[in-house]
């Protein structure tokens, strides 16, 4: 039996006025399913997973969220999900980390699930504990951002995103922005998520990473995905050139 696809996009595509970014993208993703992006810079792997919880609205295709089709409009309609409640279910983490730097760390991750899932003080600040002390950082719930390290910043990004209780979570090149000694501890934390079943998609350029943590790599070239599968097979066998040629810097 075919396990229901959580997010599926049909024929999707994204321009921005004559340049075409996105040149229609079929992909569907399964619950607890860990998706590695990669593809060289400029090919449209950042704007896809910003399409995936409508960050970034698609020019054209078909979205669908659970089996209920998509809608840009912000509110729920008839039979449809509104991009309100697409983001509400799924989160995303971002290259920078967006903190709010005049709110403490318990108030960064607080501050979502209050206001947006009316959730009461006490109820919203356990689970915010509980999502500080699982990225390792539970004694730092009374600082303020500019007293954290950019690993511990990204680290409370992530904990924020989880404590909005999302379905699924995006992760844009989240170590780019990071010194080389910071990024093992965000991805540590990347990795525990996968292990706790955590369904996932990841535009990354840690190629070791993504081979490890991933069920299923996709490599996207010029606004298309140009192959995909286990990550054996697409990092280590790839069957297209360009691939090939895009891993051997990498493996080099």
């Known amino acids: 039996m075919t396990t229901p696809s959580i997010l599926s996009v049909r024929a999707l595509t994204k321009s921005y006025g004559e340049l075409e970014v996105l040149k229609g993208i079929d992909l569907d993703i399964t619950p607890g399913e860990v998706i590695a992006i990669i593809g060289p810079s400029g090919s449209g792997k950042s704007t896809f997973i910003r399409c995936l919880n409508m960050m970034e609205v698609p020019t054209s295709g078909s979205f669908k ?135 996932m998609v990841l535009v990354t350029h840690e190629m070791a990473f993504a081979a490890d943590v991933a069920d299923r790599v996709i490599f996207i070239d010029n606004g298309v995905i140009a192959e995909q599968g286990p990550p054996q097979e697409v990092m280590h066998s790839p069957q297209s050139e360009r691939l090939q040629q895009f891993l051997q810097r990498f493996h080099a």
């Open 65 to 199: 969220f659970r089996g209920s089709h998509v809608l840009p409009e912000f509110k729920d309609k008839a039979g449809t999900l509104g991009a309100g409640t697409l983001r509400r279910k799924v989160g995303m983490c971002f290259q920078h980390f967006n903190l709010f730097p005049h709110l403490t760390v318990l108030d960064n991750v607080t501050k979502g699930p209050r206001v947006v899932l009316k959730e009461s003080q006490v109820e919203a600040e356990a689970h915010a504990r509980a999502l500080l002390a699982k990225v390792g950082l539970a004694d730092k719930e009374n600082y303020y951002p500019s007293k954290l390290s950019g690993g511990q910043k990204q680290r409370v990004a992530i904990a924020r995103s989880l404590a909005m209780r999302p379905d699924v979570m995006l992760f844009d090149e989240v170590t780019s922005a990071l010194d080389p000694e910071l990024v093992s501890e965000v991805l540590q934390v990347v990795r525990d998520l996968a292990e706790g079943g955590m369904t």
